[in-house]
C-alpha cells in the first residue's frame, strides 16, 4: 500500500510511526510533514488547506491511501476531491465533516438522534447571546460556531465571564469567521473524556478512550489550549460506560448521517461529559485528538493500516482490535507564550536522550530543521510519552524523558494525569 498522511503535527507524526509499522505498507508520504516525520515518511511540500495539490500529489504518485490528520481539508472537501479522482480516504466527506465544522449542525444531528447533551440555543447578535446568558446564569458555556483550532470554547464560571466571551466572538471578531455565530449551552457536570471509534459509514468500532488536559496550567487552570496532555485508558470510562456511548452516541449519529444521505466514514472522536445520568455528548470531531493519539496509539497492538482500510472499504463490521494492557501518559511540551503568541527561542536539545529513556517516545509537533539543530515552530511543539504497567509509572517515564531535554524556553504540565491518580 502506498499511503499520504496529512498535517505536520505531533498527531501525525503519532499516525506515520504507527503506519510505518505495517507489513503492508510499500510506500509512506507526509505532506507537509516534520523533522521527525521524516524518519519515517517522504516529506512532501504541500500545505494541508492546498486541496487541489494533494489530490494532484496523490493521483501522480499512485497513492491508495489518503489519512487527513486535521479536520480543515476535510471540511474543505477534500475526501469528495479524493474519491472523484478514484482514491481512498480515511475521512468524511465535506457534508459528513460538519459535525466538526459546525457546532449547530452537531447539535441538529444529536436532537433529531435522541442523543444526550446539553441543552442549547445559537446566536448571531451579541445582545440577543448576553440576554440569554443573564437568563440562564452561570456557569455556562460558549462555544465559536465554527472551527477555531480547539480555541473556540469558554466555560464561563460567571455571567460577566460569558458576556466578555460574547463580546470577543461576536463583536470583536476574536476568532474570525469560526466566531461569527456562537452555541450557548448549559454546562454539563461530571467527568469529561475523549472516545475513538472507527467508522465505515454504517459500522463502528470502538477505538479507545482517554482525558485530555485542555486548560494550560497545572490543576486545570487557565485558558483553554489545544491540549496539554493525556493518558489512557482512564478509569473513568468504565467498559460500560464506553459501551453506553457507543450505543446513545455514536450509534445513533451515524444512523442519522445515513438517513441524512451523508455516511460517515473515518474515525469518529466523541468528546464526553460522564454525568450521574450516563454519557452525554459534548461535541464531535472528525479526526483523531492531539494529543490523545499520541497516547493512544503505542498501546494498539493491531494494524492500524489494516484498520483503515476495512473503514474505508465498509469492512468493519468483521474486524477486531488487539490492545495492549499498557498505560501510556502523553505530555506536551510548549512554547513560552502558548495559547498566546509563542515566545522566540533557541534550539532543542536532548531529543535523543529523551527518546533513549526506556518505555518513552518522542512525537514532533511544531518543529523546523535548520541545519543540524531541531527548533521549535509553533506553539506545541513536542508530545513525549511514556508507557507503562499503570498511569504513575507511565507518568514516571514520561516526566524522566521530559527531564531529558535541553530547551529552558520550552513549559509543559506536570501533572498530566492528575485526575486518574487521585481517584486511584
Not at 496523490?58 to 480543515?72: N, S
Not at 467508522?199 to 463502528?204: S, Y
Not at 464506553?242 to 472522536?269: C, H, N, Q, S
Request: glycine residues 12%.
Amino acid at each position: 500500500m502506498r499511503v499520504l498522511v496529512i498535517g505536520s503535527g505531533g498527531r501525525e507524526h503519532a499516525l506515520c510511526w504507527a503506519l510505518a509499522a505495517s507489513p503492508m505498507l510499500e510506500k509512506l508520504w507526509c505532506a507537509p510533514g516534520n523533522p521527525g516525520i521524516a524518519a519515517h515518511a517522504e516529506l512532501v511540500p504541500v500545505p494541508v488547506t492546498d486541496v487541489a495539490a494533494l489530490v494532484a500529489f496523490a493521483r501522480d504518485h499512485a497513492v491508495d491511501l489518503v489519512v487527513p490528520g486535521p479536520e480543515a481539508p476535510l471540511v474543505a472537501g477534500l475526501a469528495d476531491a479524493l474519491k472523484e479522482a478514484g482514491i481512498r480516504c480515511f475521512g468524511p466527506s465535506a457534508a459528513a465533516a460538519q459535525l466538526e465544522g459546525s457546532k449547530t449542525f452537531t447539535k441538529e444531528v444529536a436532537d433529531a438522534a435522541g442523543i444526550p447533551t446539553a441543552r442549547w440555543e445559537r446566536f448571531e447578535e451579541a445582545e440577543e447571546a448576553r440576554a440569554f446568558v443573564r437568563l440562564r446564569g452561570a456557569p455556562i458555556v460558549v462555544k465559536a460556531d465554527g472551527l477555531a483550532a480547539g480555541k473556540g470554547v469558554v466555560v464561563a464560571a460567571t455571567v460577566e465571564e460569558a458576556e466578555a466571551a460574547i463580546t470577543a466572538m461576536l463583536e470583536d471578531g476574536s476568532l474570525g469567521a469560526a466566531g461569527a455565530s456562537v452555541v450557548i449551552e448549559e454546562c454539563l457536570i461530571g467527568e469529561e473524556a475523549s472516545l475513538f471509534a472507527l467508522c465505515d459509514g454504517e459500522h463502528a468500532l470502538l477505538l479507545g478512550g482517554a482525558q485530555d488536559h485542555k486548560r494550560v496550567g497545572e490543576g486545570d487552570t487557565g485558558p483553554n489550549t489545544g491540549g496539554m496532555g493525556a493518558y489512557t485508558p482512564t478509569p473513568f470510562l468504565t467498559a460500560e460506560a464506553a459501551d453506553a456511548a457507543m450505543k446513545r452516541i455514536v450509534m445513533p449519529a451515524l444512523a442519522e448521517m445515513v438517513r441524512r444521505g451523508t455516511p460517515f466514514r473515518g474515525v469518529l472522536f466523541a468528546g464526553l461529559m460522564l454525568t450521574s445520568d450516563g454519557p452525554q455528548l459534548i461535541e464531535f470531531n472528525v479526526r483523531f485528538g492531539d494529543p490523545e493519539c499520541q497516547a493512544l496509539l503505542p498501546r494498539l497492538k493491531s494494524d492500524l493500516l489494516a484498520a483503515l482500510l476495512a473503514a474505508c472499504d465498509g469492512e468493519l463490521g468483521a474486524f477486531d482490535l488487539r490492545w495492549s494492557d499498557d498505560a501510556t501518559v502523553a505530555v506536551v511540551v510548549a512554547a513560552k507564550g502558548y495559547p498566546g503568541t509563542p515566545e522566540p527561542s533557541g534550539p532543542i536539545g536532548g531529543l535523543d536522550e529523551a527518546a533513549a529513556v526506556p518505555g518513552a517516545l518522542v512525537f514532533h509537533a511544531g518543529t523546523t530543521r535548520r541545519g543540524d539543530e531541531i527548533h521549535p515552530a509553533g506553539g506545541r511543539v513536542l508530545t513525549v510519552v511514556g508507557r507503562g504497567p499503570d498511569i504513575q509509572t507511565a507518568r514516571d517515564v514520561a516526566y524522566r524523558a521530559v527531564a531529558a531535554l535541553r530547551w529552558p524556553e520550552g513549559f509543559f504540565r506536570r501533572d498530566i494525569g492528575w485526575r486518574a491518580l487521585r481517584s486511584a
